[in-house]
């Protein structure tokens, strides 16, 4: 196999039940896109089947990250990024929840000159279908971010991104957050960095047994934008 177009990152941990029927399906949308790509599973530390699935799927196509202990979401895609040999990266969350049609939509943006491109739930032609709670506390968070942080961007914090390696890994490595804050931190230091960052519409579908811990890391993030306002401003 030759140099991909681009390299797509799944950060997993503890995705047992989902990963091969969804590792599956993005080779096959990439496939079918006639995309030159490699698709690399960060697994991060996980206390269940996933790391034995993940080397089961191992092929020329598809690479294996792997951590002994859990280290975060940050990491597991600062790892994946490093290794990746794609001159564009796409990470997204392994319960696809942000449907793997729009890879297509990312990487025109790409070719059209961006240096990241991301997937908006909060755009006028987005389709997003989540609880109410939910939604509530990701628009507050967002707001917050372009408040106090300065941000122009609508989502921080949908998992379906796509960025130019030369251009962001050297941002990827100062990024001092290691869970849910990591994509917002990410994005601020972007844009303060002047990269062309677009969004895009897309579908998205809240995933029935999301990691996602809406108090403890409603709170987390909370308390992460604050520490990084206070010490970077």
């Known amino acids: 196999m030759g140099t991909p177009a681009v390299s797509v990152i799944l950060p997993v941990y503890n995705e047992e039940r989902i990963l091969e029927r969804n590792v599956k399906r993005l080779a096959e949308t990439l496939e079918a896109g006639g995309i030159g790509y490699e ?18 799927l191992e092929s020329e196509k598809i690479r294996i990250i792997h951590e002994k202990k859990r280290a ?23 319960d696809l929840s942000s449907d793997v049609k729009h ?25 997003a279908r989540r609880n109410r709670v939910r939604h509530f506390a990701s628009k507050s968070f967002n707001f917050l971010v372009r408040l106090l942080l300065g941000s122009k961007l609508r989502d921080h914090q949908c998992g379906f991104k796509a960025f130019r390696k030369k251009s962001v890994l050297p941002i990827i490595d100062r990024i001092e957050n290691k869970e849910w804050f990591w994509d917002a931190e990410l994005l601020v230091r972007a844009q303060r960095k002047g990269l062309k960052i677009e969004e895009i519409p897309i579908e998205w579908k809240e995933a029935p047994d999301s990691k996602f811990r809406l108090l403890d890391d409603t709170l987390h993030m909370a308390y992460s934008l604050l520490s990084f306002k206070l010490k970077n401003g």
Do not use: P
């Open 72 to 94: 975060g979401k940050g990491t597991a895609i600062r790892n994946a990024a490093s290794a990746a040999t794609g001159e564009v990266v796409i990470f997204m969350d392994a």
């Open 39 to 56: 698709i690399i599973i960060s697994e991060d530390g996980s206390t269940d089947n996933t790391a034995a699935i993940a080397h089961s």
């Open 103 to 127: 890879i297509e939509e990312l990487m025109e943006v790409m070719g059209e000159g961006a240096d990241i491109a991301i997937g908006s739930r909060y755009l006028k032609k987005s389709r």
